[in-house]
C-alpha cells in the first residue's frame, strides 16, 4: 500500500502524520514549531518525526512515497512567498523538502488545505463547489470548485478574513480597515465580549466568567443561552458581520456547501442556526428552495493533514 505525509505547519505546532489512500489519519504526532526557524530545520524535524511515526505504525518508511504540506501565508508554486508568523520571505519549501527526503512534495495555504479536506470528506460526486470559513484567533478560508483549489494567479486569492464588511470600519491585523476577521474572529468576540462586562456590570457574563481575562470566545454563547440580553446584543451584531461576509460569498460563488470551521464551529447550532435565518433573509437567492447548505466542518484538527495530502492529488 502507498502512503502520504501530511504536514501541517502552524504558528505554534506542526503535525505530521501518515494518511492511507482514503485520507484516513493513520498515526499522527506533532513537534513544536519554535518560529522563527529555518525551513532545513524544520525540515529535518518533519523527517526525524515521520521516521518514527512509521517505525510505531509499522509502515515501511520506503511505503510513504509523498509528501504534502500545509503552511500559513501565500505559496505559489512551492514557494512560501509571505507567511508572516513564521518570518518566512521567498522560502522554496517544496524544493527543499524534496532534496532532503527525494520524495514528491507539494504545498499549499492550511486554510485552502482545510476546504479541500471538507470536500474530500464529502465522498459525494453531486458536490462540485464548497467554501469553507475557518473561525479562529484570525479567520481564514478556502474556495474549492470541482477539486481545485481557487487561490488566485498569484497565490493570494480566497483570503476571506479579509473581505470588506464595513466600510472604515475597525482596523484589521492586515493593515486595512473593515474586515471580517476584524469583527467576527475569536479575537474579535472576546473583546466585545470584555467590552460589554465593563459597560454592563449587571450582565449574566460575570457569572458566568467572574476574571475578565479568562473570558474566551464561548463566554458569550454561555450567558446568551441564559437569556442574558447584553450578550444577545453582542452575539447579534457578531452574526450580522458574518452574515454580510457569508452572503457576499455565496452571491458570488453559490457554492452547494459553504461550512464555518476552526474553534467557533464547535458552537455548532447556536452559531449555524441564527446565521443560516439572516442569510436566507437577506441573499438572492431567499426565494429559491435550491440554495447553498451552510453547516459546521466535519474535521477539527486533522483537516489541514488530510487537505495537505489531497492537495497533492488535487493539484
Ligand atoms: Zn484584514
Not at 502520504?4 to 505554534?12: A, E, H, K, N, Y
Not at 447556536?270 to 440554495?291: F, G
Request: negative net charge; hydrophobic residues 40%.
Amino acid at each position: 500500500m502507498k502512503y502520504t505525509l501530511g504536514v501541517d505547519i502552524g504558528g505554534t505546532n506542526v503535525a505530521v502524520g501518515i494518511i492511507d489512500e482514503n485520507y484516513d489519519v493513520i498515526i499522527k504526532d506533532s513537534f513544536k514549531t519554535n518560529a522563527p526557524r529555518s525551513a532545513q530545520e524544520i525540515c529535518d524535524d518533519i523527517i526525524s518525526t515521520y521516521q518514527s511515526l512509521s517505525e510505531r505504525a509499522g509502515i515501511p518508511v520506503e511505503e510513504i512515497t509523498e509528501i504534502g504540506i500545509a503552511c500559513p501565508g501565500i505559496i505559489k508554486d512551492g514557494v512560501v512567498v509571505s507567511a508572516s508568523n513564521l518570518k518566512f520571505t521567498n522560502v522554496p519549501l517544496k524544493a527543499i523538502v524534496e532534496e532532503k527526503t527525494g520524495l514528491k512534495c507539494e504545498v499549499c495555504n492550511d486554510a485552502n488545505a482545510v476546504a479541500l479536506a471538507e470536500y474530500i470528506v464529502l465522498k459525494d460526486e453531486n458536490i462540485h463547489s464548497l467554501v469553507a470559513v475557518t473561525i479562529g484567533t484570525g479567520i481564514g478560508g478556502g474556495i474549492v470548485i470541482d477539486g481545485k483549489i481557487i487561490d488566485g494567479f498569484n497565490g493570494a486569492g480566497a483570503e476571506l478574513g479579509h473581505i470588506t464588511v464595513e466600510k472604515d470600519g475597525r482596523s484589521c491585523a492586515c493593515g486595512n480597515k473593515g474586515c471580517l476577521e476584524a469583527y467576527c474572529s475569536a479575537s474579535a468576540l472576546v473583546k466585545d465580549t470584555k467590552k460589554a462586562m465593563i459597560d454592563h456590570p449587571d450582565s449574566k457574563l460575570w457569572e458566568i466568567c467572574n476574571d475578565i481575562n479568562a473570558v474566551d470566545g464561548k463566554t458569550v454563547f454561555k450567558a446568551a443561552e441564559l437569556g442574558d440580553s447584553i450578550s444577545q446584543e453582542v452575539l447579534k451584531s457578531f452574526l450580522n458581520y458574518l452574515s454580510i461576509g457569508v452572503i457576499n460569498l455565496i452571491t458570488l460563488l453559490q457554492p452547494e456547501i459553504l461550512c464555518i470551521g476552526g474553534g467557533m464551529s464547535k458552537e455548532k447550532e447556536a452559531l449555524i442556526e441564527p446565521l443560516k435565518k439572516l442569510v436566507n433573509e437577506n441573499s438572492l437567492t431567499k426565494n429559491l428552495t435550491d440554495k447553498t447548505t451552510i453547516k459546521t466542518a466535519v474535521l477539527f484538527n486533522d483537516a489541514g493533514l488530510v487537505g495537505a495530502a489531497a492537495y497533492l492529488k488535487n493539484k
